[in-house]
């Protein structure tokens, strides 16, 4: 409503600059001043806001490679941003707990073994009435149970890999595909279970979350498209908090953003950006000065220069964005002051 009211007034001459109407300049004039012109362009996007931001993994796109037996490290295998493969070994580690497990998996193998030739002999006893049925039955059940702690123990052991000649030792597999983030192990150093290897990115994805000041909570939505100064957009809001932190009185805005050439952790800008009304200009920033409290801009017309007020949106990279602008204006880029100060001189 606000930028529809702006432009009407414009239109019916509600709102007048302060300085004169209309300034007579010849081309010899504006070139001696230094003048020079630039079409007003459409403009495609407006900046909604600019704001500083840090790089995180994404919650559904990175994975924390876990260390199922402790050990101390005896090789690095993969290093910092390497991309990976499925089953590719990451480290590797000399480890009591890993021979222990391949000790007691052994041993679930042999009465695994034993529980299936018992189940198997007393179904066949029980298909010539040898047996009762409730012994069938018990050696059943045994074998359920024996096959149940059979696949922990397998399930424990699938993400390692045997080392050729160390019985001690084993390697930790790559669940899946893509790139080493944080690995934070060190050669030589003691490890419990439990701990994460590396982080692996399995994505081509990073966040980027931003501190949103109360100014901005309820302006920006999800889905608006999101860019690094300078650059195409490539992003998009994936999400904005409408509850300001006690601590930091600001809402958490997280961006999504291709992960080519960022790393986690970087901190950088982004710009929101959105979609300008249809009659909104994109003119050089240098073109927009201030008379009066009011906006304006030079326009061209025959025989000189009119300043033309305008109201601003935002900006979209080194440009102003205004409406009150024709679609075939031209404004002044250089030589603004100099119009300025003819003008004020007009009767």
Request: aromatic share 2%; net charge neutral.
């Amino acid at each position: 409503m606000r930028r529809s009211v702006f432009a009407l007034a414009v239109l019916f001459g509600l709102i007048r600059p302060a300085l004169a109407a209309d300034i007579g300049v010849s081309p010899e004039q504006a070139a001696a001043l230094g003048v020079e012109t630039r079409p007003a362009e459409p403009a495609a996007v407006l900046v909604a806001a600019r704001l500083p931001a840090t790089l995180t993994l994404p919650g559904s796109g990175a994975q924390a490679v876990v260390l199922p037996f402790g050990g101390v490290v005896t090789r690095l295998l993969a290093q910092e941003g390497e991309a990976i493969q499925a089953g590719q070994a990451l480290v590797e580690l000399h480890s009591a707990e890993y021979l222990a497990a391949r000790a007691a998996q052994r041993d679930r193998q042999a009465r695994l073994d034993q529980a299936r030739q018992q189940a198997a002999r007393d179904a066949a006893l029980l298909a010539e009435g040898i047996v009762p049925a409730r012994q069938a039955q018990q050696s059943q059940a045994a074998l359920a149970a024996v096959q149940a702690e059979f696949g922990a123990g397998r399930e424990l052991l699938a993400s390692t890999s045997e080392v050729a000649g160390q019985p001690a030792a084993y390697r930790l597999l790559a669940p899946a595909a893509g790139t080493v983030h944080e690995g934070a192990l060190r050669l030589g150093e003691p490890v419990a279970a439990g701990i994460a290897a590396a982080l692996l990115l399995s994505g081509d994805r990073l966040w980027a979350e931003a501190q949103l000041p109360p100014t901005l909570v309820g302006r920006l939505r999800a889905g608006q498209a999101v860019r690094l100064p300078g650059a195409e957009p490539a992003g998009r809001v994936i999400a904005v908090g409408g509850v300001l932190d006690p601590m930091s009185r600001a809402a958490l805005l997280r961006a999504e953003l291709p992960a080519a050439g960022l790393a986690p952790g970087q901190t950088l800008e982004i710009e929101i950006l959105d979609t300008p009304p249809a009659d909104a200009r994109r003119v050089p920033a240098a073109a927009v000065s201030r008379e009066g409290g009011q906006e304006l801009v030079f326009m061209a017309v025959d025989g000189g220069f009119r300043p033309q007020p305008v109201e601003r949106l935002g900006s979209d990279g080194d440009a102003a964005v205004v409406l009150g602008l024709p679609a075939d204006a031209r404004v002044v880029t250089r030589g603004v002051a100099a119009l300025k100060a003819l003008a004020r001189q007009e009767p």
